[in-house]
Structure formats: structure tokens, C-alpha cells
């Protein structure tokens, strides 16, 4: 008997006979004695229909507006699967980003959490009920409405989870879990059961796609054990992202040893690739400034309008990174803007170069096995415009219409059979 | 009872009255019932002044022959040690790196560890003996006597704590554990009680200087529980380094969930700061390749001397990052040879600069934090060269000369009192 959060994200709940499967599955796990908060995204393509509307109707629609628009969409699928539920005899009750008490900073459409106050929620809970929360939303001090940006919905289910203080964290999705690569690239990507969340937090912040960074961020930081389901499946196990010390916990810890022992065979202090990935919703950013101190002007710039800002690097007054592709129309006013006030000597928005990483132990401080990437994807013609490596991640530019042959390419050098070393 | 493995640095075996307090202070864990693997560097000094001897009497030591003589080091130290176990009626065994079978690869100075055989250890352990262990050493498959370079003895001391199957690891050094920046540069820095494992690697990684950053590395993907303590106190508690779920141990439930309350009352997705180091036994270097495509014989020279090669990046085929000073000559040697081979176009080996970091989590995804460093630094005329950026750390190039006053400032600014966010 646990207090579980389970997030259920568009697809899950893409039309009114899966919203009355997901109902089951939810009174299922009730049924078995289970307290239950569930967070729900919008149907299906909800929120990119009502994008579109909104530019429909207006040039230049207001974040504000937008947020209000965009939130309707949440408000759908919660009130409708609390129906089901009503229909499969399991109380339940629905409430908004505000109703919840998710208070957020006051940026619309990439608004981070800073608390939740949930009373709603526990006395809800108190009273035997299922609560559905709206995923994606919240509200300001102001009592403002916000959204946290695409993805936002695992981001809201983990800081409900730490709120609640609840067991653990289930994301139902349309993927078994998280691979070592995205199987519609690679077909050999192998299913992780269980993986650690810092190399997790990796794989999600370049572009893995199963999770959004930021709900990783906060599963780890709060120690939210979180696991990745199918919720088509009712058999998948899916993947767990877990601390590097429950990693070994279901195993004896005879066994433990022993799954210690075969590893040191493989030589102990040898790299361990985890994943690669490439991020086509990423562009790349190269910018010069006028003078090596205007650099704070150009992270303010990005801060102020909530654009990410992903492995960054600067050196003799030039400066490159990736950024979103949906913040291009932002990024373009704010360079232009800096330009003018002569902080930016010039800048170029590259949209055809995107990132392409490679995720492990490791592996970024091994020389040889840098050398091997970058030979590797030469042998292919793939030259890296510019790479970055972390103690956990070395990620590289390559032209968008080479990347999936990048990740197949390092795939299958670094995670598919034996090599020698 | 558990399974322990100790290790005692240089400083707390320097003198003869040291060795005989550390002898002592063994001696009362093992009358607590526990079984101990105890590892040693050399005495003090002791390495550097065999360095010393050995270049007054060749200009140009073969590294075969420096790792035979710098071996002599823990030989001293572990027998004299097992003599004062012995005095102390603890029966007490001593082994070299080959005894006890730490196999490496064939790189004399710089050997990683590829596994631990440890029979003899497991057999001595059995009879009831403290098994005193040679650090810093190995043994090749060819059984030549190789060296894991400085600071190796952690990472024999955590890598038998794999291979024995222990219970943790502790490290005995001359500190009191790890701090949010180094006391003698900062006395206002704060000692962590427990620091997760991921951010320990980068403060380590980053010039953290209590631990060797591979210990870390081995600890984190083993999950051995890893603590630092003061071995002139007994009564410090020292820093445990631990994963993420272990971090919460010891509270209850109940006040687990509390904290984490706590925690979210400070903005649940706000960035946190777990140090700043500056590490003055690093070089920059700065090469420009001929072509983007010889940039994999810049890593094999690395990886074939065992040169460390720490956040790195490259641009339109230009490569920079950070070194052992120690490898010095090594570099000149190889990137003079890469010249003359036509792969390297030009390269600068920085000795002034130095990388100046802050670690901690989201840090370095926050424009408004990236901004923040550069302003503190600015005001005070510390323009970095350049800097990279990845999800745990941020590290910049600074002159060495003004890496303690950096340090000082960004702690001040980020880690001393409330700021305003």
C-alpha cells in the first residue's frame, strides 16, 4: 500500500476509449489498496491545435493569453478521466495547476516550479479519492496562470511526488523505456531496466526524449524513485531511474558482490557507454561578442526570456551552444537587440547543426575513445562542427541531416558487441 | 562487524610516532570485531624526494625504472606499520601491489586498475590478520611494477573495497572531510556531512584535492560507501560520500519527507551550489589543428601517455583544455611531434592559466547564475579566457594568480548567507 504518483502523458489519453483504459488501469492499482495522485497532459495533439489556433487568430498572440488558451487543454482530459473513473466506481476528483497549489515564478509558457502547496491534494487523499491534477500548469504568486513548457507534465508529476512525499513516481508513455538509443533510429538499442539518474539526467537533457530534463533533475536531487511504462502494455516492466545504491538493491547482497566481481573482469576503470542520442528539436547558436565582458548581458538575455542554454562553451570572446528550436524566433530579437546596444559583435542561428551526444562513466576523459568517435563518424564523412565533454556526456555538432546516421554509427562501435580495448 | 577497507596518506604515516598512532587506532577497530584492509602510501615526502634522487642521477629516467623505485615508498611504510600492529598484539600481514594482485594496464607512471585478484587478501582476512596493502602500486599481465600516478593509493584503497566485497571505505587524511571550498583559501567554508556521489566526482575532477577523482569515479559506479576523516581526530565525523538515496539516511521517514519540504520552501527548481574549486597543479593548452579531421591523433597522444585531459572542447579546429602540470614535458614532447607530422598547425601551453570552478546542481543550465559568476568575477578584474559548462559544473580558465581570490568571491556570492533570486 503505497502512495504513488502516475502521470499519464497525451498519447495515453489520445481518445475517449483510451482515456476509459487508462480509468482501468488507474482503479486497478486503487483497488489493490493504492493511495493515488494521477497527472494528465492534454489529448493527443491538443496543445499543437490550439497553438495553431491561436496563431489563426492573432499575428502575435500574448504569452499570457497563450497560457490561458493552452491550459483549457489539461482542464479536457482531467475532467474527463475523472468521469471514467466516477463510471468505474473509484472516487475521483480533478484539479487544476492552481487548485493544487503548483506556484510557479511569474514567466508564461517556461514557468519552473518553486512549491506546491497541495492541501487539496492530501485531503482529497484523506478522503479515499483518486486526485487528478493537470499536468503542464500552474500558478504564480500573482495568482497568474503559467505552463512549464513542452514536457512539462513529467516535471509536474516528480515535484508532486516530492510534495506529497510520495513512494515513488510512475510516467506511463508510449515507449517501453528508456534504450540506449531511440529504437525507430536503431533497432538494436537495448531496454535498460534500471539506470542511474545522473547519467539519466544526461540522456534526457540531450535529447533521449522518454523524459523531461528537469522532472529528472528534481527525481534525483529529491531521490523520487521514477519508472518509465508503457501504459499500452500492462505487462512492461518499463525502465526504473534510480540512485546509484538501489541500482544493486533486489539482488542479495551476495549477489551484489558477485555482479561486482564480473564487472571488475571487464576492467574496473574502464569507460561505460549508457546511451547516445541526437536532439533535432536543438539548434545551434554561435555568437561574438564585442568584448569578452558583455558575456553577462547574454545569459541575462537568455534567463529573462527562460530560453535553455545547453552545453555552452566560451573562449576569446566567441561563444556557442544549443538551444531549443521553438525559442528561434526569440533568440533572433534578443541577438538583434544585443547587437544594437553593442554587446554582440555578430551572431549566427545555425538550424541545420544539432546535437549529437554520447552518455557514460567515463567516457569523456578517455582520449582513445574520443579519438574513436571522432574517427568513426569520419570514415562516414560526419565532421563534428564543435564538441563539449562533461565527466558524464560529450556532445558534438553535426548537421541534422547526418544525425541519425551519427547515432546508428556510435551505437554500434560503443554498445553493440564486444570491442577490444 | 563489518568489512572495512582504511586508508592512511602520507601525512598520517610521516613519522615513525604517527605510524604508531595510526597502529593504534587500527588496533581498536579491530578488537570492535571489524575485518580490515588497511592501505598505505609512503612515508611523508617520501615519493618526491625518491623523484628528486632519481633525477640527480639520470637526466632522463625510464618510467620502468622510476615506478621500481618509487614502489620502495609503501614498502617501507606497510612494514613498518605491520610492526607496530604487531607490538599492539594484532596480527597483521603486508602485501604489495602484486601480492595482492592488483592487475593494470602495461602504462608505467600512470596504470589504471583492470582488476583485483586479492586471493591473498581474502585468505589473510580469514585468519583473523589486518592484510596492510601497498597503495599507488600494481603489477602489469607481464608482471612488470607499474604506479596509478599521484593520489592512487585512494583509488586502490576503493577499488579493493570492490574487489573484497567491503562494507565502505574509509580515507584517513590530514583535513577534517570535504568542504564547500578549501579552508585555507576560504574560512568561512562549510564541511559537508554527506555530499551525493555524482558532485564529489566534480569536485574532484575540479581541484577538490581530499579525494583523487578516479577513487570517486570507482566508488560512484560501485557504490561504496566512501568517508573522509581527519586521522589526527579521532572524534571527526568527517564527509561520507554517498548516492543520492543514502543521502536521506538515518532521518526517519517521516522527517525525510520534511526535509524535502524544507527544500522546496527554497524553489524546488532552483539551482544549488555544492562548491568552487581552483586547481593550481593544472595547465591550459590551446592547439589549432590543421584540419578538423586530425583532431583523433590529439586524443591517441593523450590516451597513449596517459595524459589527462579535462573539459575540453573544439571549435572550427580549434582545441583547448586543461592538464597535469606534471605532464608538462610530455605535451611539449607530443605536440611538438604532432607539428612536425603536419597535424597540429600551432599550439600554446598556457602555464598562467587555470581552471577556476563551481559545482553544483542546474548551476550551469541558469542563465541568471552564468551571468551572476561573470559580473562577481568582473567587478573585481578577473576576465576568464573561457569557460564550459556542463549540468554539474561550470569551469572557467582564470590567472593563476588570481584563482584564490575568484574562489573566494564566487563562495562569498553563492555559498555565504541568503541571496535574492
Known amino acids: ?8 502523458g497525451g498519447t ?18 486503487y483497488r489493490a489498496g493504492h493511495s493515488l495522485v494521477v497527472v494528465v497532459s492534454a489529448m493527443g495533439h491538443t496543445t499543437d491545435e490550439l497553438i495553431d489556433l491561436a496563431h489563426q487568430v492573432s499575428k502575435n498572440p500574448s504569452h499570457r493569453e497563450m497560457d490561458m ?11 474527463l478521466l475523472s468521469m471514467a473513473l466516477e463510471d468505474c466506481k473509484v472516487p475521483a476528483i480533478s484539479l487544476t ?27 482529497a487523499l484523506e478522503e479515499k479519492k483518486v486526485v487528478i491534477v493537470a499536468g503542464f500548469q500552474g500558478v504564480s504568486e500573482n495568482k497568474e496562470i503559467t505552463t512549464l513548457g513542452r514536457g512539462g507534465s513529467d516535471t509536474s508529476a516528480v515535484a508532486l511526488a516530492v510534495a506529497v512525499g510520495a513512494d515513488l513516481c510512475e510516467i506511463f508513455t508510449d515507449v517501453d523505456g528508456v534504450y540506449t538509443a531511440d529504437p525507430r533510429c536503431v533497432p538494436q538499442a537495448k531496454l535498460w531496466k534500471k539506470i542511474p539518474q545522473d547519467l539519466m539526467v544526461e540522456l534526457a537533457t540531450r535529447g533521449a526524449g ?27 516492466e518499463g525502465t526504473a531511474v534510480v540512485s546509484r545504491s538501489d541500482l544493486q538493491k533486489g539482488s542479495s547482497k551476495a549477489s551484489a558482490k558477485e555482479s561486482r566481481k564480473v564487472e571488475s573482469e571487464r576492467g574496473m576503470e574502464e569507460f561505460q557507454v549508457a546511451g547516445v ?26 534567463a529573462k526570456n527562460h530560453l535553455s542554454v545547453i552545453a555552452p562553451f566560451f573562449a576569446d570572446g566567441k561563444v556557442s551552444f544549443f538551444s531549443d528550436r521553438d525559442g528561434l524566433v526569440e533568440w533572433h530579437k ?37 579519438a574513436q568517435v571522432i574517427e568513426v563518424l569520419g570514415r562516414e564523412n560526419i565532421v563534428p562542427l564543435l564538441g563539449t565533454s562533461s565527466s558524464l556526456a560529450l556532445t558534438m555538432a553535426v548537421r541534422s ?3 541519425d546516421e551519427g547515432v546508428r554509427l556510435l551505437h554500434r562501435e560503443f554498445l553493440e558487441g564486444q570491442k577490444d580495448g
Do not use: C
Open 277 to 302: 542520442t541526437a536532439d533535432l528539436s536543438k539548434i545551434l547558436i554561435r555568437i561574438e561578442l564585442t568584448r569578452p565582458t558583455t558575456l553577462p548581458s547574454l545569459w541575462e538575455a537568455a
Open 210 to 236: 522518454v523524459l523531461h530534463p528537469r522532472s529528472v533533475e528534481l527525481a534525483k536531487q529529491f531521490n523520487i524513485p521514477l519508472f518509465v511504462k508503457n501504459s499500452l502494455k500492462e505487462e512492461s
Open 334 to 370: 534578443n541577438l538583434e537587440h544585443l547587437s544594437l546596444s553593442g554587446f554582440v559583435d555578430s551572431y549566427k542561428i545555425e538550424k541545420d547543426w544539432v546535437p549529437l551526444s554520447i552518455v557514460g562513466d567515463r567516457f569523456s576523459q578517455d582520449g582513445a575513445a574520443l
Open 69 to 79: 488558451l493552452l491550459t483549457a487543454g489539461e482542464r479536457i482530459s482531467m475532467a
Open 12 to 29: 495515453s489519453v489520445g481518445t475517449p476509449e483510451r482515456v476509459r483504459r487508462v480509468a482501468e488501469r488507474i482503479a486497478k492499482a
Open 97 to 123: 495547476g492552481s487548485q493544487t497549489g503548483i506556484i510557479t515564478d511569474p514567466s508564461h509558457r517556461r514557468a519552473r516550479i518553486r512549491r506546491i502547496l497541495g492541501s487539496r491534494v492530501r485531503a
Open 401 to 403: 541531416d547526418q544525425a
Open 1 to 8: 500500500m503505497s502512495l504513488r504518483v502516475q502521470k499519464f
